[in-house]
């Protein structure tokens, strides 16, 4: 990796030109327009939960809110299920704690299934819960004007937390289109993000994984040899940059030894403070 041909067309002739070539030139961002919100997934949430959130919007401005809400729960049970995400929670099972006095945790469960009815019980539970969370005050408070308005802005702010993985998703769309390319001149065939099961029907291929959980971003046929591509992009730094080149070099000698070359795309600042590892990584995979 450190002495290919092509290097010579950047001016580097050796190992030490090569990797100040690459960390001179690591890119600050690879961010595109559709990282910031995947608005198909945030309207798509939203329109399941289209006739419930309407049913709520009954709710806005009544004064006695216990009242009114046990009636609506009674009389469409399946409203329930949106109350989580008006506090912005997938999750639909919670056990809170609700005293630690004298040395004594208590806790109470509650959970949201879809029911085709509801006990009294069960809707004062929901009730309760509505209240202690501040969902109530929502509705009595006049503090939101559309419960639909409302849970868009909630999804969109869930739909941040995938930004990561995003960012992760966009390397490898980079790196695959250049791929794609390369393979339809040179007639090569390739899979992305590959399990064993699909590197051996689609290519037919044994090559090694190093654990079950493994999905190599893309692996090259080009009928004479196979190659093994993983990709990734760290805008920021942590320890996570150091496990991961560590982690490299482990996998360039398995499949080595298995007579299969290990390509590693990276880029992105966060590896100006983490340049040691990536060093070692790049000094062992050759």
Known sequence: MKLLKAY?????SNGDQVFDYLTNHFKESITTWNYFVEWTKVFGNVKDLEVSLNILNYLIGKDDFEKE??????KHPAVQLVFPILI??????????TSSKNAKLVYENYSFKNKPSLSDDEIKQIIKFAKETGIADLFTGKKI???IDFVIGVEVGLDSNGRKNRGGTQMEEIVESFLEEICRKNNFRYVSNANADV???????????????RRYDFVID??????????????GGGSKLKATA?????????????????????????????????????????
């Open 246 to 286: 560590g982690e490299y070099k482990v996998l360039f000698d398995s499949l080595k030894k298995s007579g299969y070359p290990f390509i590693w795309i990276t880029d992105g600042q966060g590896w100006s403070s983490t340049e040691r590892p990536l060093r070692e990584t790049f000094d062992h995979i050759d």
């Open 145 to 147: 004007k559309n419960v």
């Open 69 to 74: 809400c046990a009636y609506i729960l009674k």
């Open 222 to 235: 080009t009928g004479q040899r196979t190659f093994v591509i993983e990709t990734n992009f760290y805008g």
């Open 88 to 97: 912005a929670c997938r999750d639909r099972d919670f056990s809170i704690l």
């Open 199 to 213: 590197v051996k029907t689609k290519l037919g291929k044994h090559i090694p994984f190093d654990k079950s959980s």
């Open 8 to 12: 010579e067309k950047i001016g580097c």
